[in-house]
């Protein structure tokens, strides 16, 4: 079993920045990563990072914004947002034990899931 907390959501202007945080506890997961959902829309997969060989993954729609990194150490997965635009509003999720991560393909599941903290990007 894996638990994740979350953290650092917040309201932001277009432009600026946040870093959320993922603390987790149990086991260690490999993959973890981060998914949000908008109002209306479904879940996407925004990052993900392997802890074994550090190699990560982005949605096309956050690259060059947006980096995930982890501190092993501490248990803790970040999610540092530049950059962000009024579209990135959305609830945003840490998950772990990610499916697809090391294939060509898009994430599109996790075994485990944080409760999720809001962002919100005012113009």
């Known amino acids: 079993q894996v638990q994740l907390v979350e953290s650092g959501g917040g309201v932001v202007q277009a432009g600026g920045s946040l870093r959320l945080s993922c603390v987790a506890s149990?086991?260690?997961?490999?993959?973890m990563g981060w998914f949000r959902q908008a109002p209306g829309k479904e879940r996407e997969f925004v990052a993900g990072?392997?802890?074994?060989?550090?190699?990560?993954r982005y949605a096309d729609s956050v690259k060059g914004r947006f980096i995930i990194f982890r501190d092993n150490a501490k248990n803790t997965m970040f999610l540092q947002m530049n950059g962000l635009k009024p579209e990135d509003t959305a609830a945003y999720y840490c998950a772990a034990d990610l499916n697809n991560f090391h294939l060509n393909s898009v994430p599109t599941y996790a075994n485990y899931w944080g409760q999720g903290t809001q962002v919100t990007v005012s113009t």
């Open positions: 149990g086991r260690t997961s490999n993959i």
């Open positions: 990072i392997s802890s074994l060989d550090r190699r990560t």
